[in-house]
C-alpha cells in the first residue's frame, strides 16, 4: 500500500471511518461534512478525498463496516460449543444493539439515510438484516418441537430491537435486556 505522510493508506481509511462514525454519531449524517472529518482526523481535505470523492462513499463504508462489526460480535456472543437457545439469540441481539449509545445513534442515523433515499445503503440493510434473520432461522432449524412462524419470529425479533434502541436513545424509562428477553420468549411461547 502507499504510504502518505501521515501513515499507510490502510490506517489513514480506518482513521477517516473512525472519525467518520464518531461525528455522525453524534452530529447525524446531513450535519457531517467532509470538511468536519478532515479537520477531525488530522488528515488534509486532499487525502480524505484520495480515499472518498462524496460523502455518500464514505456513508456506504461506514453502513457497511457497522453491520459488519454489528454481526461479528452477535456473533461472537452466541456460544458455538452448543446449540443456541432463543434466550442466548435474544440477548446477543440486544446486548449488541443497545451497549453503545453512539453504535445506536449511528444504526438509527444510517437506517434514516437508507430510507430517505439512498438506495446502495437501503441494500446494504437488506443483505444485513437478511443475514440476521438466517441466522435466527437456523438456531430455530436445531432447536426440538414444531417449528412454526421461523420468517416472521427472526422479522419479529429484528423489529423489537430496533424499537428499543429507538426508546434507550430517546431515554424511555429503561427495561432490563433479562426483562425484555423474558417478555419476548413468553409471547412466542417458546
Same mark, same amino acid.
Given at each position: 500500500?502507499?504510504?502518505? /505522510?501521515?501513515?499507510?493508506? $490502510?490506517? /489513514?481509511?480506518?482513521?477517516?471511518?473512525?472519525?467518520?462514525?464518531?461525528?455522525?454519531?453524534?452530529?447525524?449524517?446531513?450535519?457531517?461534512?467532509?470538511?468536519?472529518?478532515?479537520?477531525?482526523?488530522?488528515?488534509? @481535505?486532499?487525502?480524505?478525498?484520495?480515499?472518498?470523492?462524496?460523502?455518500?462513499?464514505?456513508?456506504?463504508?461506514?453502513?457497511?463496516? &457497522?453491520? $459488519?462489526?454489528?454481526?461479528?460480535?452477535?456473533?461472537?456472543?452466541?456460544?458455538?460449543?452448543?446449540?443456541?437457545?432463543?434466550?442466548?439469540?435474544?440477548? %446477543?441481539?440486544? /446486548?449488541?444493539?443497545?451497549?453503545?449509545? %453512539?453504535?445506536?445513534?449511528? &444504526?438509527?442515523?444510517?437506517?434514516?439515510?437508507?430510507? #430517505?433515499?439512498?438506495?446502495? !445503503? @437501503?441494500?446494504?440493510?437488506?443483505?444485513?438484516?437478511?443475514?440476521?434473520?438466517?441466522?435466527?432461522?437456523?438456531?430455530?432449524?436445531?432447536?426440538?418441537?414444531?417449528?412454526?412462524?421461523?420468517?416472521?419470529?427472526?422479522?419479529?425479533?429484528?423489529?423489537?430491537?430496533?424499537?428499543?434502541?429507538?426508546?434507550?436513545?430517546?431515554?424511555?424509562?429503561?427495561? #432490563?435486556?433479562?426483562?425484555?428477553? /423474558?417478555?419476548?420468549? @413468553?409471547? !412466542?411461547?417458546?
Amino acid at each position: 500500500m502507499a504510504k502518505t /505522510n501521515k501513515g499507510s493508506s $490502510k490506517d /489513514n481509511r480506518q482513521k477517516i471511518l473512525e472519525t467518520a462514525m464518531a461525528i455522525i454519531g453524534k452530529k447525524g449524517v446531513e450535519k457531517t461534512s467532509l470538511a468536519h472529518i478532515s479537520q477531525a482526523s488530522s488528515l488534509s @481535505k486532499g487525502t480524505l478525498y484520495y480515499y472518498y470523492a462524496s460523502k455518500n462513499e464514505l456513508i456506504f463504508d461506514i453502513a457497511d463496516l &457497522h453491520m $459488519k462489526r454489528i454481526t461479528r460480535d452477535l456473533f461472537g456472543m452466541i456460544d458455538k460449543n452448543k446449540p443456541p437457545s432463543w434466550e442466548s439469540i435474544f440477548t %446477543a441481539f440486544f /446486548n449488541t444493539l443497545l451497549s453503545s449509545e %453512539a453504535r445506536s445513534r449511528l &444504526h438509527l442515523y444510517l437506517i434514516r439515510e437508507a430510507i #430517505s433515499g439512498n438506495e446502495s !445503503l @437501503k441494500l446494504r440493510f437488506q443483505q444485513t438484516y437478511a443475514q440476521w434473520f438466517g441466522l435466527v432461522d437456523k438456531a430455530y432449524a436445531t432447536m426440538p418441537g414444531p417449528q412454526t412462524g421461523i420468517p416472521a419470529r427472526s422479522k419479529f425479533l429484528v423489529a423489537v430491537v430496533d424499537g428499543f434502541i429507538l426508546q434507550e436513545l430517546l431515554k424511555t424509562d429503561p427495561t #432490563s435486556i433479562k426483562e425484555i428477553v /423474558n417478555l419476548i420468549l @413468553k409471547t !412466542l411461547d417458546t
